[in-house]
């Protein structure tokens, strides 16, 4: 997972796990290991939600207990929150999913 999480072939640790920003290769250009039939489908936006769900409810929530709570804030603080927290850990969670599915050994049950 944590070669995953680095964006790494999760065998080798050295081949790129992605061709651009989340299209995943088909097999690992240091080892050759088959990694494109690891689909993460619906676990990622899932996971991603909810990651940053938490940070902006605890970012509301440190911003109305310390009465900075007016609706300017709220607009310069967390919509540019809700940008770029998603747009920075996509890569690395679509990563460590698809380490865990290779640590799992799971395969899709289509080319069974």
Same mark, same amino acid.
């Given at each position: #997972?944590? $070669?995953?999480?680095?964006?790494?072939?999760?065998?080798?640790? &050295?081949?790129?796990?992605?061709?651009?920003?989340?299209?995943?290769?088909?097999?690992?250009? $240091?080892?050759?290991?088959? +990694?494109?039939?690891? $689909?993460?489908?619906?676990? +990622?936006?899932?996971?991603?939600? #909810? #990651?940053?769900?938490?940070?902006?409810?605890?970012?509301?929530?440190? #911003?109305?207990?310390?009465?900075?709570?007016?609706?300017?804030?709220?607009?310069?603080?967390?919509?540019?929150?809700?940008?770029?927290?998603?747009?920075?850990?996509?890569?690395?969670? &679509?990563?460590? +999913?698809?380490?865990? +599915?290779?640590?799992? &050994?799971?395969?899709?049950?289509?080319?069974?």
């Amino acid at each position: #997972m944590r $070669n995953g999480l680095l964006c790494r072939c999760p065998r080798c640790g &050295k081949g790129d796990l992605f061709v651009g920003f989340l299209r995943q290769v088909e097999n690992c250009s $240091n080892c050759g290991e088959r +990694l494109g039939h690891l $689909n993460v489908g619906l676990l +990622l936006p899932f996971a991603v939600i #909810m #990651m940053v769900g938490h940070v902006i409810i605890f970012v509301m929530l440190d #911003m109305e207990l310390n009465e900075r709570a007016s609706p300017l804030i709220y607009l310069a603080v967390l919509v540019p929150l809700s940008v770029v927290v998603p747009l920075a850990i996509i890569r690395p969670v &679509k990563g460590g +999913l698809i380490g865990v +599915l290779w640590a799992r &050994k799971v395969s899709n049950e289509l080319e069974r």
